[in-house]
């Protein structure tokens, strides 16, 4: 008997450990009692001259007040955004999803890596989001973004859905992505721990 609930006690465990390893960072502020939680990266699309991946984190406050963000990483050139800027999603039944931007990405805020091929910049703009939204697409399916910046925006199209009943990455990877936030949330994060 002894066994048999050893067994199942590690098999129960094992998810909430394996989770905790599934956010990029986790980290706890003790100056401003604020706590953040961001994941890894995600495909979100890539063309011919142009990607995008995309992640989802939170800050929780001292007093308790969560704030979320869906950040972008932009393969598209130098570009820039200023705060407010929109980020369109639209999905299959024709409903749109208004993000804005909540960081300045001024003329220097990009990194860039040379490879044989050229030079690749990228840039990271950051959505203020709610819980519900978060929700939204991953119940709904996500099929068309709009990323408004500085001189314009960009249209770009979702792919992977492979049947009509599928769901577009996008609202299939966020729904990995916030799964994995919120276990690691739930977690006490103290520098002693595993240590």
């Not at 932009?74 to 409903?95: A, C, M, S, V, Y």
């Not at 099929?143 to 001189?151: C, D, F, S, Y």
């Amino acid at each position: 008997m002894k066994k048999i609930l050893t067994i199942v006690f590690c098999v129960l465990l094992f998810p909430i450990f394996g989770y905790s390893q599934n956010v990029r960072i986790d980290k706890y502020s003790v100056e401003d009692s604020t706590r953040i939680v961001l994941s890894y990266w995600k495909n979100l699309y890539t063309e011919w001259s142009s990607a995008a991946s995309f992640s989802v984190g939170y800050a929780i406050t001292k007093n308790n007040l969560y704030l979320w963000q869906l950040e972008l990483c932009l393969n598209e050139t130098k570009l820039q955004f200023g705060i407010g800027r929109k980020l369109l999603l639209k999905f299959d039944d024709g409903t749109i999803i208004e993000l804005e931007n909540a960081k300045e990405i001024g003329p220097a805020d990009y990194e860039y890596k040379v490879t044989k091929y050229g030079t690749n910049y990228y840039v990271y703009p950051s959505y203020n989001i709610t819980e519900d939204q978060i929700q939204q697409i991953i119940n709904g399916n996500v099929i068309k973004l709009r990323i408004e910046h500085e001189v314009g925006y960009l249209d770009r199209e979702l792919k992977g859905i492979k049947k009509k009943s599928a769901k577009s990455r996008f609202s299939e990877g966020l729904k990995d992505l916030y799964e994995n936030v919120k276990t690691a949330s739930n977690q006490e994060n103290n520098i002693r721990d595993n240590f």
